[in-house]
């Protein structure tokens, strides 16, 4: 289904060895009727340039001698879209599929709201079934619709607003959605959610240690995103990076310490991780939900513990300062 209404929107795409699941995402794009779409790869090994390059893809390679990160890559993308500006861009990972119905809608929606500078939709996952990892990060895309703080990294972006916040800050290795709509709510910008299908995602995660990465991950950009941005009013991720010290470190580290050097029965501190199990489901009504949101704060914390000795050690840390 081709956009309906006046608005030139491109899109561009990032994506790193993502096989056929990169061939589904091009495919959904040319089927949506955008002006141009460019594909960022990120190093891949397979053939994911040549199957680009096969469907006309604009393609950029990034240069394999400075770090990768989303952010990077999507900057990069908007770098290469040719011709005069678009009016929106739709920003999408190689392992999503866009809905058909999704860019008129959107498109349409930000051009009847002119201060509306991002729109995102449902995401859902492709086989929530397939693993309970899956299912986990189902429940996360599940988010309300209206007005809202930050959207991810599948969304309609209006390009005007993009390049006034001045893109994606590419020194952040995660959380960089969530702080370009922080800088763009300052000025004025809002960021909507509608109640719409957008895209199908393809998480293909059924290892436990796929999800602790990807946890401790997010508990890494909550602390950069902290460092960044949490002395000004937003308090960005400061409550994030907050909780997770405290279920992830303080809790486990206050129940040793004090069952070995004043009594054992301090080890009944751990019980609040059950009980905060308890109160997440009584909450949502999902136990498999409420067992890995707690246990999910132990690789939390390790991420904020990660970045915060990187820094005090003078290492690249994933963050440079916006105006």
Not at 257 to 275: I, K, M, T
């Amino acid at each position: 289904m081709p956009v309906t209404d006046d608005a030139v929107t491109d899109a561009v795409a990032i994506g790193r060895n993502e096989g056929q699941r990169l061939v589904r995402c091009l495919d959904s794009l040319l089927a949506a009727g955008f002006r141009q779409i460019v594909y960022v790869d990120s190093g891949s090994t397979d053939d994911s340039v040549a199957q680009a390059r096969a469907r006309g893809v604009t393609v950029v390679r990034l240069d394999m001698a400075r770090p990768f990160t989303a952010a990077r890559a999507r900057n990069a993308g908007v770098a290469a879209l040719a011709g005069p500006p678009a009016d929106h861009i739709q920003f999408i990972d190689g392992d999503c599929v866009l809905d058909p119905a999704w860019l008129p809608l959107a498109s349409r929606f930000l051009t009847d709201n002119p201060q509306a500078a991002v729109a995102c939709g449902r995401l859902r996952e492709i086989a929530p079934e397939a693993s309970l990892y899956n299912r986990l990060i189902d429940h996360e895309w599940n988010t309300p619709v209206g007005q809202i703080g930050a959207c991810g990294g599948i969304a309609l972006i209006r390009a005007g607003a993009f390049h006034e916040a001045g893109g994606f800050n590419p020194a952040l290795i995660a959380g960089e959605e969530p702080e370009l709509c922080l800088r763009l709510r300052r000025a004025g910008w809002q960021i909507w959610r509608l109640d719409a299908e957008m895209a199908r995602h393809d998480a293909a995660m059924h290892r436990f240690g796929q999800w602790w990465r990807r946890t401790r991950r997010a508990g890494y950009s909550y602390a950069l995103g902290a460092a960044l941005h949490g002395r000004a009013p937003e308090r960005h991720n400061v409550a994030q990076t907050r909780r997770a010290l405290a279920w992830g470190l303080g809790i486990p580290l206050a129940a040793i310490l004090g069952a070995v050097f004043v009594h054992p029965l301090l080890l009944a501190l751990l019980l609040a991780w059950p009980l905060q199990v308890v109160r997440l489901w009584r909450r949502d009504g999902d136990l498999l939900r409420a067992v890995f949101t707690t246990l999910g704060k132990l690789p939390e914390a390790l991420g904020v513990l990660e970045f915060r000795l990187k820094r005090l050690t003078g290492r690249q840390a994933g963050l440079i300062e916006y105006k």
